[in-house]
């Protein structure tokens, strides 16, 4: 089973505003895969030969939090599962945490740049650790973002210290761990318990860089995931398989080590 653990997509009426948003945000660097909406991105899954992907909504507004966590709850299929939102400015965290749970949603997805926070920041701690207390999967955007400028609001310094804060619970650090911080990476973050996703990976990284992330990190802790629709996962997939990695190493990464965080079956790639 392939499981492509970072994905995107907005409702039908409100995909093309974002598109056009997005990429005005990032000065057009890049060529969107996918129209936004659910249906575009299943259709990539096919192309791709993905049998599940994982949406990762971005709650930029708190007046947004009931909406967006109901539709990230409709969406979801035996194709995708969706995880849901919560805004660092919440007047309730608990009570958005525990709206959460009630739709049956796995998880929750924070971006420090387009939500406006540093992820080491205290009052982000406390709705951490009350989301990883509800069993929840936190996953983070990590390192640098094309529509904004440094200093980033991330870096695996900070992961590290969120890690050894939280002290148990599934805590993802997206791309890799922090997009362009690679060296740091490899100094404060790796081989710490966290998981790290792929997404946007090998425009941004070397296979070398890769190869010596994983070999400190273990391949267990890392997440096949494309940030689609930013990124072909077809050819982010194809290059993985390439690698120099065992093939359990390889169908960990693709599919295997997603199952088993989400708890979910499903055939063998």
């Known amino acids: 089973m392939i499981i492509d653990f970072h994905t995107h997509a907005f409702p039908n009426a409100l995909a093309p505003y974002a598109r056009?948003?997005?990429l005005e945000g990032c000065e057009h660097i890049y060529t969107p895969v996918t129209d936004m909406t659910v249906t575009g991105l299943i259709e990539h899954m096919d192309v791709s030969g993905i049998d599940m992907s994982i949406v990762q909504p971005v709650i930029t507004k708190p007046s947004q939090t009931k909406t967006l966590n109901e539709w990230a709850k409709s969406i979801e299929s035996d194709r995708l599962i969706s995880f849901g939102g919560v805004h660092p400015d919440t007047l309730?965290?608990?009570q958005d945490i525990d709206f959460i749970c009630s739709l049956g949603l796995k998880g929750i997805k924070f971006h420090p740049e387009y939500q406006n926070f540093y992820v080491d920041e205290p009052k982000m701690l406390k709705i951490y650790d009350y989301a990883l207390s509800k069993g929840l999967i936190l996953l983070f955007h990590a390192g640098y973002d094309p529509a904004y400028p440094p200093p980033f609001k991330s870096s695996p310094?900070?992961?590290k210290f969120i890690v050894n804060e939280m002290k148990g619970g599934i805590i993802v650090a997206a791309h890799l761990?922090?997009?362009?911080?690679?060296?740091?990476?490899?100094?404060?973050?790796?081989?710490?318990?966290?998981?790290?996703?792929?997404?946007?990976g090998f425009e941004f990284f070397s296979k070398e860089i890769f190869l010596r992330i994983v070999k400190k990190h273990k391949a267990e802790k890392i997440l096949f995931g494309s940030d689609s629709p930013w990124s072909d996962a077809g050819k982010e997939i194809g290059i993985i398989k390439t690698l120099k990695l065992s093939d359990d190493e390889k169908k960990g990464i693709l599919g295997k080590n997603a199952q088993?965080?989400?708890?979910?079956?499903?055939?063998?790639?």
């Open 20 to 22: 056009k948003s997005l």
């Open 177 to 200: 761990g922090g997009q362009v911080q690679w060296d740091d990476v490899l100094n404060h973050l790796a081989g710490e318990d966290i998981y790290l996703d792929t997404s946007m």
């Open 157 to 159: 310094q900070m992961f």
């Open 92 to 94: 309730d965290f608990k």
């Open 260 to 269: 088993r965080i989400l708890n979910i079956s499903g055939k063998s790639i």
